[in-house]
């Protein structure tokens, strides 16, 4: 199964989120995490069998139907 985890923080210290992409990952799993970037970390990294994206800004509206969010890359 493929596997997206959005995280708000820059998450390299964030030892939860890492630890859950690592466990998705032993039970056979496609992760990627989209965590927030500082201008110092790279766009696209592969840490511990996981894929990690950088994002500088969020923007996100709701519908009565969808959560639409969109990400600006660094």
């Known amino acids: 199964m493929k596997i ?3 995280v708000l923080n820059r998450f390299t210290h964030d030892t939860r989120v890492r630890k859950e992409a690592r466990s998705l990952v032993r ?3 496609d992760v990627t995490v989209w965590a ?4 110092h970390l ?10 990690a994206v950088s994002y500088t ?3 996100a509206h709701e519908t009565s139907l969808h959560l639409v969010c969109r990400l600006l890359l660094e």
């Not at 927030?36 to 201008?39: E, F, I, R, S």
């Not at 790279?42 to 894929?51: C, H, L, N, R």
């Open 4 to 6: 997206c985890m959005l």
């Open 27 to 29: 039970a056979d799993h």
């Open 36 to 39: 927030l970037g500082d201008g």
């Open 42 to 51: 790279p766009a696209q990294e592969e840490i511990d069998g996981f894929t």
């Open 57 to 59: 800004h969020l923007r």
